[in-house]
């Protein structure tokens, strides 16, 4: 939860639709997720693999991200030419 100076209180929501990810050499998301709320999967983290553990919040949204409006993150997908992003 969030405290706002007004002494308002906030509930955070968890992102389902954004997980934390497996790494692997040269690719960051290297195919496992790591969601942040309860999905059923049955995916486990092995010894020895690296994780990015990211949890996402949102306060007064709507719990999920919709593809709609400007784009703030792009990434360049494994293997694709020099100069290409994806949204």
Known sequence: EVH?????VLPVKAIQN???HS???????AGKSL???????RERMRAGELWAVE????????GYV??????????RPSGSQPGYSQR
């Open 4 to 8: 706002k100076a007004d002494g308002k």
């Open 18 to 20: 954004l997980t934390g």
């Open 23 to 29: 790494i692997a050499p040269y690719k960051i998301h």
């Open 35 to 41: 969601p942040s709320v309860s999905t059923g999967s």
């Open 55 to 62: 949890t996402f919040g949102s306060v007064g949204g709507i």
């Open 66 to 75: 919709q593809h709609r409006g400007k784009c703030s993150h792009f990434m």
